[in-house]
């Protein structure tokens, strides 16, 4: 069975970094994607970008590009997300999806990962 | 972007009721719409894929129509167990965009 698991919630202060993983299990081969979507409280679903689990090729939606880094353990079946310096902005549950760009769909989640950015 | 719209945006209906939610976009889409469920407290869930397509495992109750601009979701014989808001995503245009998403109470 394929399965996605995310790293546990979050809190943070502004400005401190912050690196979330993802880790899929259950595929025989590693090609195809994880994306990353943001969902802040109350709100909708945001594409930020995804990964390549395999070589770890990566797209950034230009809303997100330069505010995140995606990065991917192909060893360990496991992709990143990251922050440098955090806002309170930031504050928002975190999900990733499997994506293999044949169907383009998000086809399984992880069960999410909640960040709060407060001082 | 591929702009997406849904309506209605809530509504609230009966079990054993069927009901549609459309979703329509700014651009024509070629390849297709997918539909995802997410339950209160819950993460997003695949419905259909590629406009009409069943994900393993989803009820037969759930059903996807539509081309070019234009789509929809339907609700067969509605459930307790369906309160929940569905989104569509298209990912045929970079970046894939969702819908704001249609709250179904009953």
């Known amino acids: 069975e394929v399965q996605v698991v995310q790293s546990g919630a979050e809190m943070k202060k502004p400005g401190e970094s912050l690196k979330i993983s993802c880790q899929s299990s259950?595929?025989?081969?590693?090609?195809?994607?994880i994306a990353w979507v943001r969902q802040r409280p109350g709100k909708g679903l945001e594409w930020m970008g995804m990964v390549y689990l395999r070589d770890s090729d990566t797209r950034y939606s230009p809303s997100f590009r330069g505010q995140v880094t995606f990065s991917a353990d192909k060893s360990i079946s496991t992709a990143y997300l990251q922050w440098s310096s955090l806002k309170a902005s930031d504050t928002a549950m975190y999900y990733c999806?499997?994506?293999?760009?044949?169907?383009?769909?998000?086809?399984?989640w992880g069960q999410g990962t909640m960040v709060i950015v407060s001082s | 972007d591929i702009q997406l719209t849904q309506s209605p945006s809530s509504f609230s209906a009966s079990v054993g009721d069927t009901v549609t939610i459309t979703c329509r976009a700014s651009q024509i889409i070629t390849s297709g719409l997918a539909w995802y469920q997410q339950r209160p407290g819950r993460a997003p869930k695949l419905l259909i894929y590629?406009?009409?397509n069943l994900q393993s495992g989803v009820p037969s109750r759930f059903s996807g129509s539509g081309s070019g601009t234009a789509f929809a979701l339907t609700i067969d014989r509605l459930l307790p167990e369906d309160v929940a808001t569905y989104f569509c995503?298209?990912?045929?245009?970079?970046?894939?965009?969702f819908g704001p998403g249609t709250k179904v109470d009953i």
């Open positions: 999806a499997t994506y293999t760009g044949d169907r383009e769909s998000f086809d399984v």
């Open positions: 590629e406009t009409s």
């Open positions: 995503q298209q990912a045929n245009s970079f970046p894939p965009t």
């Open positions: 259950g595929y025989t081969y590693l090609n195809f994607w």
